[in-house]
């Protein structure tokens, strides 16, 4: 079975530059879904998202969501935990559910001949949850631990530091695992409407890569989501990045400091997205090559990675980096970012820069497509952020046509160097809180 599934692997990483021929099917009973057929290997993979995750998360209710997704292996219908793992293993199948800040997210993988059971099973785990006691005190003692864990962890703490103060209230200003207090609050009613709130069918997406036909993958996803609630709740509202310029220390015993540092970022349907894309992968995004790269670790020794990323969610964007540095050198880290970031926006990047970009993005893009669940997972991607069916095809192009006058305006226009926020969790020497919270 192992050498089976290798076997697939392979087969599509040798075929990687190939054109993926994407079907658009619809289910006799309306579920719409991206489909790549491959018949060559009896294996399916499918991918499934549902949009509002754990932002569904009521006010009072905080990590209700991620604690109802790690129990939905843990047993279903007749079923306990043990049981449910047994048959899963029988059938060679492999599930996994997952929970974001957006979007709840479903990956399963299985042979031809065991695809009825398999989707049985699935069904089972999603519609009939058993969430017994026994198994949400086991699920909730992990949880708490990871939270406890967490709350040691400078990077986590770093990042929730940045969230509240760039968020507050918003669910984005919390994390999805919720705190102890709310976890242990948690009941059992409150997973079964959690449940209901996140797994609905009026959001749903869905790539599927392997060996089925448009009219099985329909009449397999009306048997798997068909008897979900047609309709969830109103998502939140969109919250605007108002996080002002400055630094904010945390006080934390550790010989190295960590940051997080950011400010507002773009749209992922803005049309400047391309040009601020190549923009970042030149300034923090390309390992060893990038600016920051160069500047802060090459010639100064500062660190040992920083980076920089774009970060388009649902609700809201921003634009952020990370490093760490030791106490003594962290300030003058944040300075020479500060520096590149300025140096960036008023003189822009080098007709060569943007050449090396392009080369890097467009080479590297048909290595992503190494499998049929990564192939289920773009596709997935793609319907979410409104891309369309033929966005694989004109991907790269839309790379190589952004400009070197496009890339400097939007430059100018997206890098804001006053505005960037630090976070920094340690014992920073010379650095102090400086900024306002909130403009």
Same mark, same amino acid.
């Given at each position: ?20 021929? /994407? ?24 991918? /499934? ?84 006691? +026994? ?53 059992? +009613? +409150? ?10 069918? +009026? ?12 009219? =099985? ?21 969109? /919250? ?73 969610? =649902? ?62 997972? /773009? ?61």
């Amino acid at each position: 079975m192992i050498r089976l599934f290798a076997a697939f692997t392979m087969l599509w990483a040798s075929t990687a530059t190939a054109e993926v021929d /994407i079907q658009e099917v619809t289910s006799p009973g309306g579920i719409t879904a991206w489909l790549v057929e491959a018949h060559e290997i009896p294996f399916t993979a499918l991918e /499934i998202r549902i949009r509002g995750g754990a932002s569904l998360d009521l006010p009072e209710k905080r990590g209700a969501s991620n604690l109802m997704t790690g129990l939905l292996e843990e047993g279903s219908g007749d079923m306990n935990a043990q049981e449910f793992q047994t048959e899963l293993e029988s059938l060679a199948a492999t599930f996994s559910y997952r929970i974001y800040d957006d979007t709840f997210s479903l990956s399963a993988r299985f042979l031809t001949e065991n695809q009825d059971d398999a989707i049985a099973l699935l069904r089972q785990s999603i519609i009939d949850p058993s969430f017994d006691q +026994d198994a949400i005190e086991r699920v909730r003692a992990q949880v708490i631990s990871g939270i406890q864990s967490d709350a040691k962890d400078p990077d986590s703490i770093a990042s929730a530091t940045y969230d509240q103060l760039a968020f507050g209230d918003h669910p984005y200003g919390s994390s999805l695992d919720g705190t102890e207090d709310s976890v242990n609050a948690l009941t059992r +009613d +409150d997973l079964i409407q959690a449940h209901q709130r996140v797994l609905t069918r +009026d959001r749903i997406y869905v790539g599927a890569v392997g060996d089925i036909t448009a009219d =099985d993958l329909g009449l397999l996803l009306d048997t798997l989501l068909g008897e979900l609630p047609a309709t969830g709740p109103e998502l939140p509202d969109r /919250i605007d990045y108002t996080l002002a310029g400055g630094t904010t220390v945390v006080d934390y015993e550790t010989p190295q400091s960590v940051a997080i540092f950011g400010h507002g970022g773009i749209t992922r349907d803005d049309d400047d997205f391309f040009a601020a894309y190549i923009l970042n992968e030149i300034l923090g995004g390309r390992g060893r090559e990038s600016r920051l790269m160069k500047e802060v670790r090459e010639e100064r020794g500062l660190t040992y990675g920083v980076y920089s990323y774009l970060v388009p969610k =649902d609700l809201s964007e921003q634009y952020l980096g990370s490093l760490a540095s030791a106490n003594e050198t962290m300030a003058e880290a944040l300075d020479v970012i500060r520096a590149e970031w300025t140096k960036l926006a008023e003189n822009g990047v080098s007709e060569q820069e943007l050449s090396d970009a392009k080369t890097y993005l467009t080479g590297a893009y048909p290595l992503r497509f190494d499998g049929n669940g990564p192939i289920a997972d /773009i596709m997935v991607g793609m319907q979410m952020t409104g891309l369309p069916i033929d966005y694989i095809a004109t991907r790269n192009d839309q790379i190589n046509a952004v400009t070197l006058e496009e890339i400097n305006r939007v430059a100018r226009e997206i890098l804001d160097p006053d505005g960037l926020h630090f976070v920094v969790v340690g014992q920073p020497v010379g650095l102090e809180t400086t900024a306002p919270v909130n403009q």
